[in-house]
């Protein structure tokens, strides 16, 4: 895979030694079995993940209502491989989490290290519509620049080339979900629509996946509704930990991650023949896979 840097976010990233940070997060991480991954292409519903996960998995450590989630924030207590663990590090020090863990990355398929695709760790991924996704990160990397957003038709051609730092969407997409087809026990693949849609559905079956289900007696207790409120994206946009946090290491205002959380914003931008390009592009190079509801 050819990384190709086109934007200041890039850039920076580049500088401040992200590239060697996924290499070092390559050849050095080395997978419990019982490691969860979150895996995701950015602006596509990462953070939500992250909140959900990590309540499924430790709902029987703590009651809802003292979830560390109230405390701390979200890329604290999931950080990053690449762009939090590894930033600096070759090989940081992992000890004070403790198993199961729960880390994400953005790394494409190809990229995991050895380890995550040659253990028994779980890994989840969640896409979200390519439209929705292009005026998400556009938004965000304005937000932690500071700055007005960038010339828009250029983002959007880079976005059409699949010129990203974690290259094109559709290639990252594709390669989780050939994979969650070939070995489901291994790789659970999510739509941030879906979970839009119906989440009590969806909290259900990741929690099958991650191997701690929700019993008959929890489920009659309201707990998959705890679950989705405590994870919503009013609740935590309004916890004072992400109004006054920053990510783990990167040091963006953790506010930042929680813009607006809705399907179809991408209408209030594009325009139908930009909507209509990029719907093309993705029909094509999905073709007969994910495409429908992507
Ligand atoms: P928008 O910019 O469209 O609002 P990531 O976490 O991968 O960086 O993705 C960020 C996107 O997910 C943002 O989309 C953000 O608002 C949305 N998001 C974050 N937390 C969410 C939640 N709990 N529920 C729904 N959407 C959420």
Known sequence: MVFIFMNIMDLLWVQ???????????????AQESDVILATYPK???TWLKALTFTIMNRSRFELQNSPLHTTTLHQLVPFLEFDLYLNHQ????????????????????????????????????????????????????????????DLAEAFERACNGIQFFGPIWEHALCYWKASIEQPDKIFFLK??????????CINRLADFLGCPLSEEEVTQGVVEEISK??????????????????YAN???????????????????????????L?????????GSVTKSL
């Open 16 to 30: 401040g030694t992200c590239i060697n940070a996924v290499i070092s997060f390559q050849k050095h991480f080395q």
């Open 44 to 46: 596509s519903g990462t």
């Open 91 to 150: 090989s940081p020090n992992l000890e004070c989490f403790s198993a199961p863990r729960i880390f994400a990355t953005h790394v494409p398929h190809a990229l995991l290290p050895g380890s995550i695709l040659n253990s028994s760790c779980r890994i989840v991924y969640v896409c979200r519509n390519p439209l929705d996704q292009f005026i998400s990160e556009w938004l965000f990397i304005a937000r932690t620049q500071d700055k007005e957003p960038s």
């Open 192 to 201: 941030y629509e879906d979970l839009k849609e119906d989440i009590a559905s």
């Open 230 to 247: 405590l994870c919503s994206f009013d609740y935590i946009k309004n916890l004072e930990v992400t109004k006054t946090g920053r990510a």
């Open 251 to 277: 040091g963006v205002k953790n506010s930042h991650y929680l813009r607006k959380g809705e399907v179809g914003d991408w209408k209030n931008y594009l325009t139908p023949s930009m909507s209509e390009r």
């Open 279 to 287: 719907e093309k592009i993705i029909e094509e190079k999905l073709a």
